[in-house]
């Protein structure tokens, strides 16, 4: 009986050797999450959430959801309400996707009209030359260019209002959102950004107020 168990025991054994190498992962199917420092590394890594992942099921929660949005607004425009920081995609139907985001802190708040003038996935980053001063004279050194990736203050996506320094753009930072800390960019959670890149035009209409 004994003898049996260890023959048995040793044909498990090889076939489990025999089949190892067969074991095989699919880089593509993995996020890289954090902790990169390797620019052209973060610039290919893949967001939490995909576009195609995104179903209007999905767009429901507190800080995203499809309401009942009495608008002048034509179908496509972005409506931003810095005072309940919250941006509206307009839909048709009487109706808008609200995302909660974040503003302008004081001082760098703005209203105004404009139109939506470029789209970039993993946006990089040129901080104004007054911005690299003003943060320098607060002790936060920033650099004068960064590639786009998982580090960049951009974030995933980035959709560039008018001929202006503001955007519409990710973040690092997601506990930011809901509060008045940017420089005058409005900024979202990623996987927001994403979303509402998908849906946006160029030449789209943003009105900030």
């Given at each position: 009986m004994f003898k049996s168990f260890l023959r048995i025991s040793?044909?498990?054994?090889?076939?489990a050797q025999a089949h190892a190498t067969q074991i095989q992962f699919a880089p593509e199917t993995f996020t890289i999450i954090g902790g990169i420092q390797?620019?052209?590394?973060?610039?290919?890594?893949?967001?939490?959430?995909?576009?195609?992942?995104?179903?209007?099921?999905?767009?429901?929660g507190p800080?995203?959801?499809?309401?009942?949005f009495d608008t002048t607004l034509t179908p496509g425009s972005i409506l931003v309400r810095t005072a309940e920081r919250k941006l509206y995609f307009i839909l048709p139907n009487g109706?808008?996707?609200m995302y909660r985001v974040g503003v302008g802190r004081e001082g760098f708040s703005w209203s105004g009209r404009n139109e939506i003038s470029r789209k970039a996935v993993w946006p990089k980053w040129t901080p104004p030359k007054?911005?690299?001063?003003?943060?320098?004279e607060r002790g936060h050194i920033i650099p004068?260019?960064?590639?786009?990736?998982?580090?960049?203050?951009?974030?995933?996506?980035?959709?560039?209002?008018?001929?202006?320094?503001?955007r519409i753009h990710g973040t690092t930072q997601p506990w930011s959102i809901g509060h008045a800390v940017s420089s005058g960019c409005i900024r979202m959670l990623n996987e927001h950004v994403i979303d509402l890149y998908d849906r946006v035009k160029l030449g789209a209409k943003v009105v900030v107020e």
């Open positions: 040793a044909i498990a054994l090889m076939f390797d620019t052209q590394v973060a610039s290919s890594a893949r967001p939490s959430i995909l576009p195609n992942q995104i179903s209007n099921d999905d767009v429901s800080d995203r959801a499809i309401i009942n109706q808008a996707i007054v911005m690299i001063k003003r943060e320098a004068e260019f960064m590639e786009g990736g998982a580090n960049n203050p951009l974030g995933a996506r980035a959709l560039y209002i008018g001929g202006t320094d503001f």
